[in-house]
């Protein structure tokens, strides 16, 4: 997660017209408290029991945890873009996935 | 020789695992949507983290193993 911390302005626009949601099965407090440490300005889902992760394909029946797997959900609600996995410390991953973003965002919404 | 040449360039260096567990939804899907108990840095959420509440934004969904894992 601190990559995505660390590439927050730049790749998800602040946070402006795009919404991340990190989503693990850890339970929401666990999740809290990890992201007041570590500073993190995401919005996490805890999604115990991976009822989430299981619709996506996301989800480790081995390991019984979600895979890094990333979706980009477009406005219309359409996925737009998958990284399966996304490798999350591998920069070039950020460039696709900014790629991708840029392609849905209104032309204007960059503009500070 | 050229078989076998032609046989081998279709293995790939190093076969990846096939991921056990369902295969993840392919671009074009519509996303499921999902209603989860949320967190920030701030703390818990009072409602349900849900996709739909965020129809016309685009949404990044990242799923990771745990927390307080690196990566």
Known sequence: ?112 | MTLVLAALMQQPAAPPAPPPGPAALEVGAVAPDFAIPGATRYGTLKNPVRLSDYKGKTVVLAFFFKARTKG
């Open chain 1, 1 to 112: 997660m601190n990559a995505y911390r660390d590439k927050y302005a730049q790749v998800f626009n602040d946070g402006r017209k795009v919404v991340l949601i990190a989503i693990s099965a850890d339970v929401d407090t666990a999740l809290a408290s990890w992201a007041r440490d570590a500073d993190y300005p995401v919005l996490f889902g805890s999604d115990t029991g991976s009822a989430v992760g299981k619709a996506y394909g996301a989800y480790n029946a081995q390991y019984k945890l979600d895979n890094r797997n990333l979706f980009v959900v477009a406005p219309d609600g359409k996925i737009a873009y998958r990284a399966t996995p996304f490798r999350e410390i591998d920069p070039t991953s950020y460039t696709d996935l900014g790629a991708a973003i840029s392609k849905l965002m209104p032309a204007d919404s960059t503009a500070r």
